[in-house]
């Protein structure tokens, strides 16, 4: 009997080990601290309802020092399971490095398209090492009030802009535009990278730049900086030592009409200001012209090749893939749009204002992020420090299209 009973407790206990070890826990890697609550609240829960065996931590780290973290912790072999992406050449090195497996063969890469795809891919397009997850679209943000009050209409061509800049200006009630250039990154953003496209007709002439046969130096490349050259006397005094968060709470408290913006802001937006809000797309030369807007490949998530989780961590991704995440992380989080071939229902009115550009514009993505940041001078760093001096008029257009090409030509063979 005591055999049988001793037989009987290490059967059970071999069994009820089976069952502990066939639990698997997934560790993520992330820069985006404040989505912690939207992945511990909707995320991961949805996710585990159906994938009972499988549990996910989601453990950020500070965006500014997320870059560092994730290295330091990859060298010592003790990253996440699942690692966030930054788009292009930051997530290709790790690729190169050899700490991002190939998803190429995932179920779930079926679900997006080429373009969706090419931010997390080798240059051949040969692999795809992060599963997209969203993109951020540029425009401008206007308090509705302040137009309702001035009987303005929303600019859409160039000249509409200007008018109604001046309007604004002339009233007195309200700065024109909030936006600083003590950070530099939002003039090259939310200035040069937003209204630009329209002048190099977006990926025509984003490729043309990466192949060598449009130059910096071209006019329109250079055409943006002639418009920011405009901007400074609309931004209010002080701009030149206004912070990002300055340029926010300004706008959110009231006391401007219009924020050069990314789509990311809704959130906070929503939260902090009291008063309605719409958007408009960046206003094009002249009535009927085509229009063309930075629909920015943002966010995606890949897996550490490491990972001794690997079957587990396949299954979370293939499950990004689906109908279900894309609606969970866009109405979560409006203004991070869905990269899937999924029709999402967007609930947020600015939200849907803002991806309604998709039917009307042709979509492209920042100038500077592909291939042309890979050397030193750096491109997109080079961009920021131009598009501040555009703005305080410190150095013409022609100037500044110069000194970026031969930056760029320094190092990048295509443009020597």
Not at 32 to 60: C, G, H, S
């Amino acid at each position: 009997m005591n055999r049988k009973l001793l037989s009987l407790a290490l059967l059970g206990s071999t069994i009820l080990g089976g069952a502990a070890a066939a639990e698997v826990t997934l560790t993520i890697e992330s820069w985006r601290n404040d989505d912690l609550i939207l992945w511990q609240d909707k995320i991961i829960p949805a996710f585990e309802a159906a994938n009972p065996d499988i549990k996910v931590k989601f453990t950020p780290s500070a965006p500014a020092e997320y870059n560092a973290v994730l290295n330091s912790k990859l060298d010592a072999g003790s990253a996440g399971d699942l690692i966030t992406c930054r788009p292009f050449d930051a997530s290709l090195a790790l690729y190169d490095a050899g700490h991002l497996a190939d998803l190429s063969d995932l179920d779930g890469m079926s679900n997006f398209s080429d373009v969706a795809k090419s931010a997390w891919q080798t240059d051949d397009a040969a692999a795809s090492f992060c599963m997209p997850m969203a993109s951020v679209i540029h425009g401008f943000i206007y308090n509705k009030d302040a137009f309702a009050e001035l009987g303005l209409e929303v600019p859409e061509t160039e000249a509409e802009f200007f008018a109604a800049l001046e309007t604004i200006k002339a009233d007195g009630n309200y700065i024109p535009m909030a936006m600083g250039t003590n950070d530099q990154w939002e003039a090259a953003t939310m200035g040069y990278n937003n209204i630009g496209p329209n002048y190099w007709k977006g990926e025509e002439g984003r490729l043309a730049l990466i192949a060598g046969d449009q130059k910096l130096t071209d006019p329109q490349w250079v055409a943006p900086y002639e418009a920011l050259a405009k901007w400074g006397e609309y931004l209010g005094d002080g701009y030149e030592a206004q912070t990002y968060p300055d340029s926010q709470n300004i706008f959110t408290l009231g006391r401007a009409a219009i924020y050069p913006a990314g789509s990311w802001e809704i959130t906070g937006f929503n939260a902090q200001a009291d008063f309605a809000m719409g958007a408009f797309k960046p206003p094009v030369m002249n009535a009927g012209d085509t229009c063309y807007i930075s629909d920015h490949t943002d966010i995606a998530l890949g897996m550490n090749a490491a990972s001794p989780n690997a079957e587990a961590a396949k299954t979370f991704l293939n499950w990004m893939g689906t109908s279900e995440f894309a609606s969970i992380y866009a109405n979560a989080l409006p203004g991070f749009f869905s990269l899937s071939n999924h029709d999402v229902a967007m609930e947020d009115p600015l939200a849907q204002e803002f991806v309604s550009w998709r039917g009307e514009c042709e979509s492209t993505i920042r100038s500077t992020y592909q291939v042309l940041s890979r050397g030193t001078p750096n491109l997109e760093n080079e961009t920021w420090g131009a598009s501040v001096a555009a703005i305080k008029g410190s150095k013409s257009a022609s100037d500044l299209g110069m000194e970026l090409q031969d930056g760029l030509a320094s190092w990048y063979a295509p443009q020597k």
